[in-house]
């Protein structure tokens, strides 16, 4: 075999190869993942279920699913049958909220930048990012950067003191009014991964238990970032990121 002969081949190869790869790549971006599930049928599409675009969804009566592909979330209502590839139409770019919900350096602000979000009734607001704490929220939740570790509260009328507790350490948080927030105390209480934290509020009968859990890459896409606190059991933080898209999608239309 000649030389020019050799080189076409190796180059019908490594494009053949490469169509191959696209392909693969192709299938991958077209599955859709379930990133909330309750009903009946929950055991079925737990939540972390991926989805190829064949798939069908088969619900009942009292299911409700919700997919993430794309940047984008659909919700599916039972009872009925769904095929995963409809389902989801990927977003040519993240809404405000979506978007400052990914922040990877999100501002605290005080006052005038976080007083109109009171309008709704507090227990029905969410932090605006994922890295904020919430300190009504106990479980896991995946820090990214401890250094700067900051607790958010929905309410910012009156001073709230927050009380952490570890390891036989204890430090107490004071938020005043008109500020939403209040740094984690590193020094005194230093965040550690696979440690119980309990969490109690002046006037909150119920202290909460919080474990975090590291963040070794910050996620760059809403579906990068439901993988990874699902993987990590950030069950709060994929809530409040999806109820992000959600309301993102319903107000863009």
Same mark, same amino acid.
């Given at each position: 075999?000649?030389?020019?002969?050799?080189?076409?081949?190796?180059?019908?190869?490594?494009?053949?190869?490469?169509?191959?790869?696209?392909?693969?790549?192709?299938?991958?971006?077209?599955?859709?993942?379930?990133?909330?599930?309750?009903?009946?049928?929950?055991?079925?599409?737990?939540?972390?279920?991926?989805?190829?675009?064949?798939?069908?969804?088969?619900?009942?009566?009292?299911?409700?699913?919700?997919?993430?592909?794309?940047?984008?979330?659909?919700?599916?209502?039972?009872?009925?049958?769904?095929?995963?590839?409809?389902?989801?139409?990927?977003?040519?770019?993240?809404?405000?909220?979506?978007?400052?919900?990914?922040?990877?350096?999100?501002?605290?602000?005080?006052?005038?930048?976080?007083?109109?979000?009171?309008?709704?009734?507090?227990?029905?607001?969410?932090?605006?990012?994922?890295?904020?704490?919430?300190?009504?929220?106990?479980?896991?939740?995946?820090?990214?950067?401890?250094?700067?570790?900051?607790?958010?509260?929905?309410?910012?009328?009156?001073?709230?003191?927050?009380?952490?507790?570890?390891?036989?350490?204890?430090?107490?948080?004071?938020?005043?009014?008109?500020?939403?927030?209040?740094?984690?105390?590193?020094?005194?209480?230093?965040?550690?991964?696979?440690?119980?934290?309990?969490?109690?509020?002046?006037?909150?009968?119920?202290?909460?238990?919080?474990?975090?859990?590291?963040?070794?890459?910050?996620?760059?896409?809403?579906?990068?970032?439901? /993988?990874?606190?699902?993987?990590?059991?950030?069950?709060?933080?994929?809530?409040?990121?999806?109820?992000?898209?959600? /309301?993102?999608?319903?107000?863009?239309?």
């Amino acid at each position: 075999m000649s030389c020019p002969e050799i080189r076409t081949r190796r180059l019908g190869l490594a494009a053949a190869a490469a169509v191959a790869a696209m392909a693969v790549t192709a299938a991958a971006a077209a599955q859709s993942m379930v990133v909330r599930s309750t009903g009946p049928s929950a055991s079925k599409y737990p939540a972390g279920t991926k989805l190829k675009s064949t798939d069908r969804v088969t619900l009942v009566a009292g299911d409700k699913v919700v997919l993430i592909q794309g940047g984008k979330t659909k919700t599916l209502t039972g009872a009925g049958t769904f095929t995963a590839g409809a389902t989801v139409v990927a977003s040519q770019s993240m809404g405000t909220t979506v978007t400052r919900m990914m922040a990877k350096r999100p501002m605290a602000t005080r006052g005038g930048a976080t007083r109109e979000a009171n309008i709704a009734q507090p227990d029905e607001l969410r932090a605006p990012n994922l890295w904020y704490l919430d300190y009504r929220d106990g479980g896991t939740f995946c820090v990214a950067d401890p250094a700067t570790l900051m607790l958010w509260r929905p309410d910012m009328t009156s001073d709230t003191a927050v009380t952490i507790t570890a390891g036989g350490k204890s430090e107490t948080v004071a938020i005043k009014a008109l500020s939403q927030f209040g740094k984690w105390p590193t020094e005194a209480v230093p965040v550690e991964y696979g440690v119980d934290y309990s969490l109690s509020v002046a006037g909150v009968p119920k202290a909460v238990t919080v474990r975090f859990a590291p963040v070794a890459a910050m996620p760059e896409t809403p579906d990068a970032a439901s /993988e990874m606190l699902l993987g990590k059991g950030c069950t709060p933080q994929l809530d409040r990121l999806v109820d992000a898209m959600a /309301e993102s999608e319903a107000t863009s239309g």
